[in-house]
Structure formats: structure tokens, C-alpha cells
């Protein structure tokens, strides 16, 4: 093995310094302090005093213009110089000179041997994270196909299903359409009763209550309104659920829509290869999320999707068996009620009149007692505005009282009276102001009372006039059979 490197440097020549070896110098400087290696030690008892080290160092004639300059020029004449190495005594010993060699031979091979090593480790992870990618993408590209049969797998599913929910969004919607010619047919025949429905829920307040008449007409009403409301009822469930199947049916479509894109994506990405044209550099793309599902909750969506739309089809399915029933019943239940319900019109009209009297009696009574209690308030009112002054006496007084100098503010007889005073006064204040609150409750509760007895009377009234006018002015026919079954 070649060895590279330089001969030895006179020492007077100044070398370049090594990491391992101090500089070899006669200066002064290059000695004090310095910190030898591990292992090299000067040669003992060759030390020059520090006398020869400034001979030396002075004994190189320098050009300098002054006074001094004929002396130093003699002096550097009767000196040595450093050339002669005879006056020199080395630093190290031949020792430390082979420990020098050695330790950087031994580091020069160390590195060698370094380098090598990761060269060497180098090709191997570079050969096997070629083959680990390879691998990667390989599998990769396996689970994107994989990914692509089970989307096309749950395409054909939502398919099937989307064809069933539209076949019965359309069954449903023909019988909607039934029951709305039925109720439009049975409108006429359900006139009068209806309208005795409508214009006795337009009583107000109290008078909607289950009196005479309502208990007479309870069985009419209820079938009326039965009917209506049974029809009516199931009409808006038939609204409802086809809101519902198309609810379902727009899940279904979006749900399609997404796996039509998303398998679109998936091929694209299954045909991308590391010659494909439009791949590109993403940085930070691999930590980002954008997921909004794992495989469980992606497949699970989707059959829940399907279970959803299915249990909505079977819900319409029995909707419609339910409407047909109902199309053959409502028209047998109406006209048995009829007659009964008029013979207590009749009663509960006198039955009205009868309390509206009472209640005027009562309205005037309640009027009086609310003019004399609006006295009392006036009272009440002028007796707090007297006491204003008394206390504002006492309690300028005391204001007052406060500015006495220094050993003069005393809290002397006149100063308790006053106090006592103000409270007598504030006392009796709260007491006259709790007792004109009373009163004005008292006034609130009996104006309460007028106005209620008023809105009383409005509604007896309201009460005749419905019973005795409207109703009872349409109860002198109801429609014939046929009519209600809505065959005309």
C-alpha cells in the first residue's frame, strides 16, 4: 500500500500544524500552554531559557527606520541564526513519531473500511426497497380491483333495488290518486255533516265542551270526522311515505351516482402505471385524510341504503292494502247518526239562552264593584303623594344635621327622633303602596272577570247563532246512500 505525504519541515520554516501533533517552533508562544497528545512527552532536561527563544526570534535583521536602527543592525550581526540545528533541541521523541504514522494509519484504514461498508449496505437497501416497492405497488393495484368488483358488485345491487322502489312509487301513487277521486266524490254526501263539524269547532272558549249536544252528536261526529279524518289521514300517510320512497330513491340514485365516480376513479387509478402519463408529485398528500368511511361503514352504508329502501316498499305495500279496506268502509257509517243528533239541537239551544241571561246579571254586578275599587285606588294614590313632603322634611333635616363641624356632629335625641321619623314615614309608605297594590290586583282580577263575563256572552251568542242558525238551517236534508258510497 502507497503511502502519500510530505518530508519533514525544518522547524524555523514554520509547517502547517496537524490535528495530532503541535506545531514545532523556538517561539515562545508556540510552547506556553500548549497541551500535548496521550503518550508524547518533550525530551526531559532540554529546555532553553526564554532568553534564547527573543534571540532568536531578534536575531533575524529587520529594516527599521529610527533612532534605534544602527543598534539592532549591529546586534543581529553578533547572533546566531536558527539554521543551525546543532543550538535546537527537538520537541518529540522518534517514538512519538512512529505513534504518529501508525495512529493515521490506522484511521485512514478505519475510514476505508467505512466507506466500504456503507457502500456496500447502500446497493443492498437500495436493491431491496426497489423489490419492497415493486411489491407495494403490485398489491396495490390488486386491492384497487378488488375495491373495483365490490363496487361493481353493490352497482348491481341498487340497480335492482332502484328498478323495484320505482315500480312501487308508481302503485303507490295510483292509489293516492284513488282516494283522492273518493274523497272529491264523497264531498257532496258529506256537506251537511261536515259543515255542522266545522261551524261547531267555531265555537270559542268554554262552550267547547262535551254538552247535550255533543254528547248526542258525539256518535255522528265520529263518524263523520272518522271518515274524514281516516281518509284524510291515510292520505297524507300516503303523501308521506312517497316522500319517503323517494327519499329512499334519491339515496339510492346518490349512492349509485357515487359508486359510478368513484369506480370511474378506482379503474383510472388500477390503469396508472410508472409510465402513465398525468401522475405527479402530491407532497403531503399521503398525510392527509380525507376519508369519510372504512370498508365496514362504506359497505354497510350501502346495505343499510338497500334495507332502508326495502322496509319503505313494504311499508307502501301495506299503506295500499290499507287504503283499499278503508274505500270500502267509510261509505256505511254515516247516515244512522243523523236523526238523533237534531232532537238535542234543539235542547241545548234553549239550554244557551238560558246562561246568556244569567251572565248579563252577573257583567252589571261586576261593573259597579269595579267603580268603587277604582275609588279606592284614587284614595290610596293621593295618600302617597302626601306623605312626599313629610319625608322629604326629615330627610333634608338629616342631610342637614351631617354638616356639623368636627365635636358637633353628635348623634343626639333629635338625631334618633329623626331616623325614627324617616322610618315611620318610609313604613308607612311600603304600607299604603302593598295595600294600593292589593287594590290595583283587586281591580285586575275584577276587570278580568268583566272581560272574561263579556267574552262569555260573545261566545253564548257565538254558541246560538251557530247552533240555532247554521247548523240547524242545514240539518233539514242529508244526502241519499248512493251519493255516499260515491258511485254519483
Known amino acids: 500500500m502507497e503511502l502519500l505525504g510530505s518530508t519533514l519541515t525544518a522547524t524555523y520554516s514554520r509547517p502547517k500544524t496537524s490535528h495530532f501533533l503541535p506545531a514545532i517552533s523556538t517561539m515562545a508562544s508556540s510552547y506556553r500552554g500548549t497541551q500535548l497528545p496521550h503518550g508524547l512527552n518533550p525530551v526531559s532536561g532540554q529546555w532553553r531559557s526564554h532568553s534564547y527563544p527573543r534571540q532568536v526570534s531578534s536575531a533575524v535583521p529587520s529594516i527599521r527606520?529610527?533612532?534605534?536602527?544602527?543598534?539592532?543592525?549591529?546586534?543581529?550581526?553578533?547572533?546566531?541564526?536558527?539554521?543551525?540545528?546543532?543550538?535546537?533541541?527537538t520537541r518529540y521523541t522518534?517514538?512519538?513519531?512512529?505513534?504518529?504514522?501508525?495512529?493515521?494509519?490506522?484511521?485512514?484504514?478505519?475510514?476505508?473500511?467505512?466507506?466500504?461498508?456503507?457502500?456496500?449496505?447502500?446497493?443492498?437497501?437500495?436493491?431491496?426497497?426497489?423489490?419492497?416497492?415493486?411489491?407495494?405497488?403490485?398489491?396495490?393495484?390488486?386491492?384497487?380491483?378488488?375495491r373495483l368488483n365490490d363496487i361493481v358488485f353493490w352497482r348491481s345491487e341498487l340497480n335492482h333495488e332502484i328498478d323495484n322502489m320505482v315500480t312501487e312509487i308508481a302503485a303507490l301513487a295510483e292509489v293516492k290518486r284513488r282516494l283522492e277521486r273518493a274523497m272529491?266524490?264523497?264531498?257532496?254526501?258529506?256537506?251537511?255533516?261536515?259543515?255542522?263539524?266545522?261551524?261547531?269547532?267555531?265555537?270559542?272558549?268554554?262552550?267547547?265542551?262535551?254538552?247535550?249536544?255533543e254528547k248526542n252528536l258525539i256518535k255522528e261526529v265520529e263518524v263523520i270526522k272518522s271518515c274524514q279524518e281516516r281518509m284524510r289521514r291515510h292520505l297524507d300517510r300516503a303523501i308521506a311515505q312517497l316522500a319517503s320512497n323517494r327519499a329512499a330513491q334519491h339515496e339510492l340514485e346518490r349512492d349509485l351516482s357515487d359508486k359510478v365516480t368513484a369506480q370511474r376513479i378506482?379503474?383510472?387509478?388500477?390503469?396508472?402505471?410508472?409510465?402513465?402519463?398525468?401522475?405527479?408529485?402530491?407532497?403531503?398528500?399521503?398525510?392527509?385524510?380525507?376519508?369519510?368511511?372504512?370498508?365496514?361503514?362504506w359497505s354497510k352504508f350501502t346495505d343499510d341504503n338497500i334495507?332502508?329502501?326495502?322496509?319503505?316498499?313494504?311499508?307502501?305495500?301495506?299503506?295500499?292494502?290499507?287504503?283499499?279496506?278503508?274505500?270500502?268502509?267509510?261509505?256505511?257509517?254515516?247516515?244512522?247518526?243523523?236523526?238523533?243528533?237534531?232532537?238535542?239541537?234543539?235542547?241545548?239551544?234553549?239550554?244557551?239562552a238560558d246562561?246568556?241571561?244569567?251572565?248579563?246579571?252577573?257583567?252589571?254586578?261586576?261593573?259597579?264593584?269595579?267603580?268603587?275599587?277604582?275609588?279606592?285606588?284614587?284614595?290610596?294614590?293621593?295618600?302617597?303623594?302626601?306623605?312626599?313632603?313629610?319625608?322629604?322634611?326629615?330627610?333634608?333635616?338629616?342631610?342637614?344635621?351631617?354638616?356639623?363641624?368636627?365635636?358637633?356632629l353628635?348623634?343626639?335625641?333629635?338625631?334618633?327622633?329623626?331616623?325614627?321619623?324617616v322610618r315611620e314615614i318610609e313604613d308607612t309608605i311600603q304600607k299604603l303602596q302593598d295595600r294600593l297594590i292589593e287594590a290595583e290586583a283587586t281591580l285586575h282580577t275584577l276587570v278580568k272577570t268583566k272581560?272574561?263575563?263579556?267574552?262569555?256572552?260573545s261566545v253564548k251568542a257565538n254558541s246560538l247563532f251557530l247552533d240555532q242558525e247554521k247548523c240547524m238551517g242545514m240539518r233539514k236534508s242529508f244526502p241519499s246512500t248512493p251519493r255516499l258510497v260515491g258511485y254519483t
Open 266 to 297: 378506482d379503474d383510472r387509478c388500477h390503469h396508472l402505471r410508472n409510465s402513465s402519463d398525468g401522475i405527479s408529485y402530491y407532497r403531503g398528500v399521503d398525510r392527509l385524510d380525507p376519508s369519510l368511511s372504512l370498508p365496514e361503514s
Open 94 to 146: 522518534p517514538d512519538d513519531w512512529h505513534k504518529s504514522n501508525q495512529f493515521n494509519y490506522r484511521e485512514s484504514e478505519s475510514s476505508r473500511n467505512s466507506a466500504e461498508r456503507l457502500r456496500k449496505d447502500t446497493l443492498r437497501l437500495m436493491q431491496d426497497r426497489e423489490q419492497l416497492t415493486r411489491r407495494t405497488q403490485e398489491y396495490t393495484s390488486k386491492n384497487i380491483g378488488e
Open 355 to 408: 246562561t246568556k241571561n244569567s251572565l248579563q246579571t252577573h257583567l252589571a254586578k261586576t261593573l259597579q264593584e269595579i267603580f268603587q275599587t277604582e275609588m279606592l285606588i284614587d284614595s290610596l294614590k293621593k295618600a302617597l303623594r302626601d306623605k312626599d313632603n313629610p319625608l322629604k322634611v326629615a330627610q333634608t333635616r338629616l342631610e342637614e344635621r351631617t354638616r356639623r363641624p368636627n365635636v358637633e
Open 184 to 213: 272529491a266524490e264523497t264531498e257532496g254526501p258529506l256537506q251537511v255533516s261536515q259543515e255542522c263539524l266545522y261551524h261547531r269547532e267555531k265555537r270559542m272558549s268554554i262552550d267547547l265542551v262535551h254538552d247535550g249536544v
Open 451 to 457: 272581560v272574561t263575563l263579556e267574552h262569555d256572552l
Open 307 to 352: 334495507l332502508q329502501s326495502q322496509s319503505e316498499r313494504a311499508a307502501s305495500h301495506k299503506l295500499r292494502d290499507e287504503i283499499e279496506v278503508l274505500l270500502n268502509t267509510t261509505s256505511n257509517e254515516m247516515w244512522s247518526q243523523f236523526n238523533n243528533a237534531n232532537v238535542a239541537f234543539t235542547n241545548r239551544i234553549s239550554e244557551t
Open 65 to 89: 527606520q529610527g533612532r534605534d536602527g544602527t543598534l539592532d543592525l549591529v546586534r543581529s550581526k553578533t547572533m546566531y541564526y536558527p539554521s543551525n540545528r546543532t543550538l535546537l533541541s
Open 410 to 421: 353628635c348623634r343626639d335625641n333629635p338625631h334618633y327622633r329623626l331616623v325614627g321619623e
